[in-house]
Structures are given as C-alpha cells and as structure tokens.
C-alpha cells in the first residue's frame, strides 16, 4: 500500500467516523475533509474529496435532501423557526439555494399553526405583560424566529382576540 492511498483511506474513514456520529450536508462535511486532508499532507486534496463525497453519496450515506427535511423537522419541532429563519440556517450550512428553494415547494411549511403553536407555549410569560407590550414582545418573539411579518401579525390577531 502506498502512503498516498494509506492517506486517502485514512480520510474516508474520518469521512465515515463522521457521518457515524451524526448527519452532515455535503458542503460541511467536505469542508472537514478539506481541513483533515491539509493535516495529512495529501496531494490533489480538492479532488481526493470530491471523490470521497461522491462515494459517500453512491452508497446513500450523505443525501443533502434527507438532511433537509430532518434538520427542517427538528427545527420546526424543537426550536418552532418560521421559513426565512430556516431557508438561512440551512444556506448557512451550505446548501445550494435552488435545492432549499426546490425543498419548501414540496414541503409547504404551516407557518400559521406553527406560529400559533409559539405563541400559546409562551403564553404564560406573554401574560404578565399589559396589551400594548404583549403584543410588541410576541410580535418581536416571531419575527426574531424567522416568520413573515404577515404571519406574525395574523397569529398574534388570532392569539389576542380569542376568548
């Protein structure tokens, strides 16, 4: 074995240590590669990953669409972030626009529920404000979470006036 192919399956197996830990996007997990690879001093680096992500996704182990829709899910889930706060962190993370754009045309997100759903699991704190406050905070809550000012007004409307 020469020490080339020993470096290059030193770093698909850096790849795979990786991706057994928790899911990446390919962009970031070929940027750790890129990072590994300067480590280890391998020659045509820029290649040597392309070819590693390429394999990686023939053997349906890195897939930027499932990783979408999980990372989509669990923000909806956990952290309840409207789309221009996911579209964000998701472009952040390395993901080609036309692939995000692509994604939310097939998987409208209910913004609307979602932030209802916001709002009423901060109701408590929402209350020991007077109106024009509440409003103002909740209202600041929703857009900082990345929901539309539209959807942020209607959900609050909805919040407020009913009994």
């Given at each position: 074995?020469?020490?080339?192919?020993?470096?290059?399956?030193?770093?698909?197996?850096?790849?795979?240590?990786l991706?057994?830990?928790?899911?990446?996007?390919?962009?970031?997990?070929?940027?750790?590669?890129?990072?590994?690879?300067?480590?280890?001093?391998?020659?045509?680096?820029?290649?040597?990953?392309?070819?590693?992500?390429?394999?990686?996704?023939?053997?349906?182990?890195?897939?930027?669409?499932?990783?979408?829709?999980?990372?989509?899910?669990?923000?909806?889930?956990?952290?309840?972030?409207?789309?221009?706060?996911?579209?964000?962190?998701?472009?952040?993370?390395?993901?080609?626009?036309?692939?995000?754009?692509?994604?939310?045309?097939?998987?409208?997100?209910?913004?609307?529920?979602?932030a209802?759903?916001?709002?009423?699991?901060?109701?408590?704190v929402?209350?020991?404000?007077?109106?024009?406050?509440?409003?103002?905070?909740?209202?600041?809550?929703?857009?900082?979470?990345?929901?539309?000012?539209?959807?942020?007004?209607?959900?609050?409307?909805?919040?407020?006036?009913?009994?």
């Amino acid at each position: 074995m020469t020490v080339d192919s020993e470096k290059n399956r030193r770093l698909m197996e850096y790849a795979l240590a990786l991706l057994s830990r928790r899911a990446y996007p390919s962009a970031k997990l070929s940027h750790k590669l890129l990072i590994r690879g300067k480590k280890l001093k391998i020659d045509d680096l820029e290649v040597e990953c392309r070819d590693i992500i390429s394999r990686l996704k023939d053997l349906n182990l890195l897939d930027d669409a499932d990783y979408m829709k999980r990372f989509v899910e669990e923000r909806c889930r956990v952290k309840m972030k409207g789309m221009q706060a996911l579209r964000y962190e998701l472009k952040q993370r390395g993901i080609p626009q036309p692939l995000i754009d692509d994604f939310f045309q097939s998987h409208p997100l209910d913004e609307s529920a979602l932030a209802q759903t916001l709002l009423e699991k901060k109701a408590r704190v929402l209350t020991r404000f007077p109106d024009p406050v509440r409003y103002k905070k909740g209202f600041s809550m929703l857009i900082s979470r990345g929901f539309s000012l539209s959807i942020a007004r209607k959900a609050l409307d909805i919040f407020f006036h009913t009994p």
